[in-house]
């Protein structure tokens, strides 16, 4: 075995094609149940390569002070074994990827920690179905092979610090090296080809100092890419500042940006700076940017292209040395178009524009990500284990996710809540249906299949008309009735529907609806 593993050392492989051949080589060495490679991450363990365990496991993040028997690895520079009558929980309970209806528990396990730089960096953990699989001398074979493993990771975290300081010379032009580590990424869970292409990119653009322009449906994360892109980039170290665009008040937008001096306006008792000078050295996240009134987009041009702001009501314009990322779930091609953005901001925000990909495009990333939530459902309810079944496991691939990964939070924590409402016990490893993550037609069992927890009966689905989507049908509804009874008069149709004029054509874009030309407004 020994060979094979100084074979992969020696061969370009991809790093997670060389981890996931390690433990399945070990699995098969010890004819055990699972094997999995965590990685110490702060106070939690990552699982970077598994075998026989389920899918969603690679999602999973176990907090080390949750988990006493990881802790207990973790705590030890030899092997650590559990006899098959431990008190301590085992994290994999109902995990071992057997595609079977009943959760399997383990009976046998032992793991290392293992240390790189005579640095603490993780853990190898084995484990098995059948009592007595890891004798004495199994634990000798894997006392040694852990020296191996150790290897392989050092080799790995070499090559990605290679990688990462090409990447910066030949982007930066830099000859001082690369600005950021070389550490895997612990933000965004995902490993389909196209989520690790989108990353690379991300790391690309992020050294670099051109404004950024997030693009996708809501739900699917576009915060988190803007955290990584400043996480990556050269002011990594300077303060990120959020501003969600959609949630100013119009009469407010430009004093939040940009600051105002005393007695600019009625309730302006002091000088304030605004978002624009606390992310000064930074990074500015401008979410839903879309969303901004006009004259607010007329100083913001000015502020991306000559580094300059002026507080409301002051005098003297303020330099600022700060670097924007935009994001939003609406096409802004169609904003210039019907006049509601700014040409010359477009075309200054989007330098550099990012599609994020929605989930249903993202293939078993939905089992990755369903992994993590299930995690922090398990550890926030305090339960034993929460796992999916297959059926529960094949309704959430075939789902079509219009809510995307939030969608899929909420489908798991509200599965959870209701499997423990209905009489799971935390001391059980509870299995979550179909049934109870109430998807539509796409993503429900075919009849016959079992419908219940681990305790309780079954809930009936509900329709795939989301809230949020009925109200802007609703919405929609109400906005297009009013204007063609007024007859496309914005003022008059405001007033009949007892809203600010400027906000109901702000809902209106937000909404779709064509913007008509005002016939009246006064």
């Known amino acids: 075995m020994e060979s094979s593993f100084l ?3 020696a061969v370009d492989l991809p790093h997670a094609v060389r981890l996931q051949r390690l433990v399945s080589s070990l699995r ?107 004798t004495a001398r199994a634990r000798g074979d894997l006392r040694r ?42 933000d965004i869970v995902g490993r389909s080809d196209i989520i690790q292409r989108l990353l ?39 303060p990120l500042v959020h501003v969600n665009c959609a949630a100013l008040p119009e009469s ?57 702001i002026q507080r409301l009501g002051a005098d003297r314009p303020r330099h600022v040395d700060v670097r924007v990322i935009a994001a939003t779930n609406r096409n802004l091609r169609d904003g210039v178009r019907d006049g509601a953005f700014r040409a010359d901001l477009y075309h200054r925000l989007s330098v550099y524009p990012v599609p994020i990909p929605p989930l249903r495009e993202r293939g078993a990333d939905v089992l990755v990500l369903a992994g993590r ?32 990964v939030r969608e899929l939070e909420h489908v798991i924590s509200r599965a959870a809540l209701k499997a423990v409402s209905r009489g799971a016990a935390r001391t059980d490893i509870v299995t979550l249906p179909p049934a109870l993550l109430d998807l539509d037609s796409t993503g429900t069992p075919a009849p016959g299949d079992d419908t219940r927890p681990v305790a309780g009966d079954s809930a009936p689905a509900t329709t795939a008309l989301h809230l949020r989507d009925a109200v802007d049908a609703v919405q929609r509804q109400q906005i297009r ?19 600010d004029p400027s906000n109901l054509r702000k809902l209106a874009r937000r909404l779709g609806l064509t913007r008509e030309r005002d016939t009246g407004e006064g």
């Open 252 to 308: 407010l937008a430009e004093s939040e940006l940009f600051g105002h001096a005393k007695g600019a306006f009625s309730g302006a008792t002091t000088d304030r700076a605004g978002r624009f000078e606390a992310a000064d050295g930074g990074t500015l996240f401008l979410d839903e940017v879309g969303e901004l009134p006009l004259p607010v987009q007329a100083k913001l041009l000015r502020a991306l292209q000559d580094g300059e």
């Open 481 to 499: 009735q009013a204007l063609d009874d007024c007859r496309q008069n914005w003022a008059e149709a405001a007033r009949r529907l007892d809203v």
């Open 373 to 404: 939530f299930l995690e922090l459902n398990r550890a926030r309810l305090g339960l034993r284990s929460l796992r999916l079944s297959p059926e529960a496991e094949d309704a959430l691939c075939r789902y079509a996710w219009p809510g995307n």
């Open 28 to 134: 098969t060495h010890f004819r055990c149940g699972a094997v999995a490679l965590l990685q110490l991450e702060e106070d939690s363990l990552r699982p970077l390569a598994v075998d026989g365990l389920v899918r969603e496991t690679l999602g999973r993040r176990f907090v080390v002070s949750q988990h006493p028997r990881l802790s207990a690895i973790l705590s030890r520079r030899d092997i650590t074994s559990f006899d098959h009558d431990s008190a301590l929980p085992d994290p994999y309970d109902g995990l071992l990827d057997a595609r079977v209806g009943e959760p399997l528990p383990v009976h046998d396990c032992m793991g290392i920690s293992l240390h790189v730089e005579d640095q603490p960096w993780g853990v190898l953990t084995l484990d098995a179905l059948q009592t007595g699989t890891f």
């Open 145 to 186: 092979l852990a020296l191996l493993v150790e290897a392989a990771i050092r080799v790995t975290r070499l090559e990605q610090e290679i990688h990462a300081m090409r990447m910066s010379r030949s982007v930066a032009g830099d000859p001082a090296g690369p600005r950021t580590t070389a550490a895997d990424d612990t």
């Open 7 to 9: 074979a992969d050392l």
């Open 200 to 238: 690379h990119e991300l790391k690309v653009v992020a050294d670099s100092e051109l404004p950024v322009l997030l693009l996708g449906e809501t739900g699917v994360g576009k915060e988190l890419f803007a955290r990584h892109v400043h996480r990556h980039s050269r002011r990594a170290t300077q």
